[in-house]
């Protein structure tokens, strides 16, 4: 990468775009709503389940006009979820600002394990054993999203939820490629500890992005 432009990825003026679409939020408190995706490369927080794990060397997607990525957002819709990757890996600030200065409401999925930038209408936090979340993000999020892969995972759920405020919303969400074997478990668990939801990819259900 060029110094030139690697310095304006550094300040947030471009970002690392690996994709960008328009569907509907298939997760968490907002599944169902439309929603224009944006999705930036860049996460070194490797999750062995990961389901983009194109997204992890940010050093392979176009460095894009910050400008552009907002304008092209706005054109469908005006809620705009910012995912990854990892999003936080980068200044999100003049992104955020772009695109609430032209009217949108602006969503994160983060693993919150690298300090919060931009200003967020949802925070949806999903946090990861590898790196943890910082403590900012813990009092800033609004819901909490768990991935189930094994049973262990639910005392790591719980010892999470114990950092978040008493207003975060907690979701249980089982990881998909053992979800036959894991949502039992994880309705079981519900049914006994009712403070937690159950959240399913019901895109992937849907087949859309």
């Known amino acids: ?3 030139s432009i690697e310095k304006l990825v550094n300040e947030g003026k471009m970002l690392p775009l690996m994709e960008e679409f328009y569907t509907i939020q298939g997760e ?7 929603a224009y995706f944006i ?13 983009v794990k194109e997204s992890w060397n940010a050093d392979i997607h176009p460095p894009t006009d910050t400008e552009i990525i907002v304008d092209n957002a706005i054109k469908y819709s005006d809620v705009v979820v910012v995912t990854g990757g ?4 980068w200044d999100m600030s003049i992104l955020t600002k772009g695109l609430k200065d032209k009217g949108a409401k602006t969503h994160i999925e983060t693993s919150g394990a690298y300090k919060l930038s931009g200003e967020w209408d949802w925070i949806c936090l999903s946090p990861k054993k ?6 900012e993000v813990y009092r800033k999020a609004h819901e909490l999203k768990c991935i189930i892969y094994n049973k262990s995972d639910f005392a790591f759920a719980e010892k999470q939820a114990s950092n978040v405020t008493e207003d975060c919303i907690l979701y249980l969400q089982p990881e998909w490629s053992v979800r036959d074997k ?4 994880i309705v079981n668990y ?11 990819q019901t895109h992937k259900y849907l087949n859309i992005p």
């Open 28 to 34: 968490g408190f907002h599944k169902g709503t439309a």
């Open 190 to 200: 519900v049914m006994n500890n009712p403070k937690w939801k159950v959240s399913l």
């Open 182 to 185: 894991m949502i039992p478990l």
């Open 1 to 3: 990468m060029q110094e």
């Open 86 to 89: 990892e999003p936080l890996t």
């Open 39 to 51: 999705r930036i490369g860049g996460c070194d927080v490797g999750c062995h389940w990961c389901d």
């Open 130 to 135: 590898m790196k943890p979340p910082t403590e």
